[in-house]
C-alpha cells in the first residue's frame, strides 16, 4: 500500500471511530436484554482475562526485578473472572456494595499472595540468603515488592475492565455513586 494510501487512512480514521462510537449504542440497544447481559459478562470475564494479561505481559517485559510469568494462566482467568463476575453482577444489581468488595477482595487476594512472595520464590541469582551477602538480600526485597505493586497494579486493571462492563449494562450506576459522594 503506498504511503499515500496509508496517509488518508489515517487522517480518516477519527471520522471512522467517530461514527463507531455514534453507532455502537445503536446496535447494542437493538439486542435484548439478555444478550446484552450475556455479551457483558463474556466481555467481564473472556475479554477481561485477555486484556489484563496482555496489558501484565507488557509490564513484565519493561520493569526489571521481575521473572516473567504468564500471562494467560488458567488460574489468572478463575480468580480474575470470579472478581470481574462478580464486580459486574454487584454493579448490575447493588452498585453501593461495589467498593466494599473491591477492597476486602484485594485486602484478601495480597494477603494470600504475599506470603507466596517471599524472598525464597525470587528467581535464581537474586534470592535472599546469606550466601550472596546484603546485596543479594537487598535485590529479593526489591523483587517482592516489585511483584507486589504489579499485582496491585493488575488488580486495578482487572476491576476497571469489571467496571466499564458493568457500566456497559447499567449506567445508572454512576448516579448511584454520583448521590453518595455528596
Known sequence: MPWSDWADWVLQLPAQMQALMVAAPQWWSDLSRGMQILLGYTLSVIGGWVLVGAFMSIIRKTVPNTKPGPSF????????????????????????????????????????????????????????????????????WKYVTTSSLLFLVGSVFSFAVAVACGLLLNPDALKVWAAHSR
Not at 82 to 97: G, S
Not at 98 to 106: C, D, H, Q, R, V
Open 73 to 140: 494462566a488458567a488460574l489468572d482467568l478463575w480468580v480474575g473472572g470470579t472478581e470481574r463476575c462478580i464486580a459486574t453482577t454487584l454493579i448490575l444489581f447493588a452498585p453501593n456494595y461495589l467498593a466494599s468488595f473491591i477492597g476486602a477482595w484485594i485486602a484478601l487476594k495480597f494477603a494470600a499472595h504475599w506470603k507466596r512472595r517471599e524472598p525464597d520464590t525470587a528467581p535464581q541469582g537474586i534470592r535472599g540468603d546469606n550466601s550472596g551477602g546484603e546485596d543479594a538480600r537487598e535485590q529479593a
